[in-house]
């Protein structure tokens, strides 16, 4: 995971290619002589790290705060360091819409436009005309395997709104108190929040998974 960061951010810096920026917030406390970290269920997404997207001309510490206010209602979590960053690539015909737009019915703005995208949505390619991509957004009952598409949106969208690269930026808070577990309503959902021992923790939802093991065997970070 780390080569392939490095090989992106390379080609980055050759290129022009847009890059959507990521933060992704490790909560911690010590209870006894253990560390926890903090976690959300998502009722339809698994379990998961408070995470989302910067905003445009944000600063990335004020994302971090801004993400963990929302996503767990927490107003005293501290910045105990900035860990680090990687780029990651989306999958084959999988783009970010990179800023809020319209979607056209024809690849025209003087088309009809009832829905919109806001910045951050992944979205699937279908085609492209007339520096317009045609986009599809579905949302599954369930994430990943879910049964059945519950709702969809599919348009036009200008190219110059699509990204295909995100830098996900990693940071470590830390709460010397806080209840046991709680729940937080956020982006039209019901989080449930709980503390887990860091080092013997429920299984949580790729790729998320992932973003711990590089920050702890890539980044060589030790959240003690």
């Known amino acids: 995971m780390k080569a392939e960061s490095f090989r992106l951010r390379e080609i980055v810096m050759r290129s022009i290619e847009q890059v959507m920026e990521k933060v992704t917030i490790f909560i911690t406390r010590k209870k006894d ?5 903090l976690l959300l269920r998502h009722p339809y997404a698994g379990i998961q790290f408070p995470a989302g997207t910067v905003e445009e001309d944000e600063d990335l510490d004020d994302a971090a705060k801004r993400e963990i206010y929302e996503e767990t209602g927490l107003k005293d979590a501290a910045l105990k360091s900035y860990i ?6 989306l999958p084959e015909h999988v783009c970010i819409i990179s800023q809020k737009t319209k979607v056209y019915a024809r690849p025209d703005e003087s088309s009809f436009d009832w829905a919109e995208f806001r910045r951050g949505t992944w979205v699937k390619e279908i085609r492209k005309k007339n520096e317009f991509t045609q986009v599809l ?3 599954k009952d369930t994430y990943p395997e879910g049964k059945y598409i519950t709702y969809s949106i599919m348009g036009w969208v200008r190219d110059e709104f699509l990204c295909r690269i995100q830098r996900r930026h990693f940071f470590h808070f830390t709460v010397e108190w806080a209840e046991e577990k709680w729940t937080q309503f956020s982006d039209s959902h019901q989080f449930e929040l709980f503390w887990s021992p860091l080092y013997s923790r ?3 939802i790729k790729p998320q998974t992932l973003w711990l093991e590089y920050v702890r065997n890539e980044l060589k970070y030790n959240f003690g």
């Open 33 to 37: 002589s253990r560390i926890e970290l």
């Open 137 to 139: 957004y579905e949302e």
């Open 202 to 204: 429920p299984e949580i």
């Open 84 to 89: 680090g960053s990687m780029y990651e690539k």
